[in-house]
């Protein structure tokens, strides 16, 4: 049974990408924060088929020591990567946004999920398994621009999606970025503010898994239709 490695495993995307995952027939290998952030998973997406291992994502040796612990068969192998760190999601003005409030979102909304990417991708095409895939989550945000923080951390990983299919193209690696328009939030807070499920939004994982010529591509989820209705394009004219 294959195995995906969600980084922002306990977030809303995160949740959601666990639950996709696991629907799907695949484990999990989650990192999490603390065991407050696992226990928050656990109550969100059960415990069955999940494996949790701590790291610091903000560090850059701290999704590299996962990798480690792996390759030394003390975790899981993995063969799939989903990551979605980030959540910051503050209103100052553009005018207003000063040196370290960007610094900050960077490092809470980009940086971990280039950390992911460098650490896991060696690995993945070391193993060569044909069928490994990588995704990203981005929001609309970055062109909307009504909060303009999270617009250029998103606009961050749009390039890094672009960068990624580019060093991809025609190896063992599937790389896709879902382009989210729409809040989805953990089930229990979605009851309450009328945002989409992660248990609904999981079905969005679950289809890309399943669709080989998914490839290369952004996958624009902007309606609820969208989330199993894939609508999806190459990224690059490759
Ligand atoms: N939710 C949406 O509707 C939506 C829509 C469009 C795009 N997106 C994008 O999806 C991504 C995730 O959003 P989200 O709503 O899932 O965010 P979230 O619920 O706040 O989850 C963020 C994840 O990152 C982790 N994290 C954040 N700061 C951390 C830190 N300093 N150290 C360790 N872990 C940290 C959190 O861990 P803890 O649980 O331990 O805090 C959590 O796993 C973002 O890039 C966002 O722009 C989300």
């Not at 695949?26 to 069955?48: C, H, M, P, W």
Request: aromatic share 8%.
């Amino acid at each position: 049974m294959e195995t995906v490695l969600v980084v922002g495993s306990t977030g809303n995307i995160g949740t959601a990408a666990v639950k996709g995952a696991l629907n799907a027939g695949y484990k999990v290998l989650a990192i999490v924060r603390n065991s407050t952030s696992a226990n928050k998973l656990f109550q969100n997406a059960g415990k069955e088929g999940i494996t949790t291992v701590e790291a610091d994502i903000m560090s850059d040796n701290g999704i590299q020591s996962v990798v480690e612990q792996v390759t030394a068969g003390k975790l899981p192998a993995f063969q799939h990567v989903y990551s979605t760190v980030g959540g910051l999601y503050e209103e100052t003005a553009l005018k207003n946004v000063t040196a370290k409030q960007m610094r900050d979102a960077m490092n809470q909304n980009f940086t971990p999920n280039l950390y992911a990417y460098i650490a896991t991708i060696p690995y993945l095409l070391e193993q060569n398994n044909p069928s490994s895939t990588w995704t990203l989550c981005t929001g609309a945000q970055g062109d909307y621009g009504f909060r303009a923080v999270p617009a250029m951390t998103a606009g961050s990983l749009f390039s890094m999606a672009v960068s990624a299919c580019r060093e991809l193209h025609e190896t063992n690696i599937r790389f896709n970025e879902v382009y989210l328009a729409f809040r989805v939030e953990i089930d229990s807070s979605a009851e309450k503010s009328a945002s989409m499920k992660a248990s609904d939004f999981a079905k969005n994982y679950q289809a890309i898994l399943g669709n080989t010529s998914v490839r290369g591509c952004r996958v624009r989820v902007t309606n609820h239709e969208e989330v199993t209705k894939l609508n999806y394009a190459p990224k690059l004219d490759l």
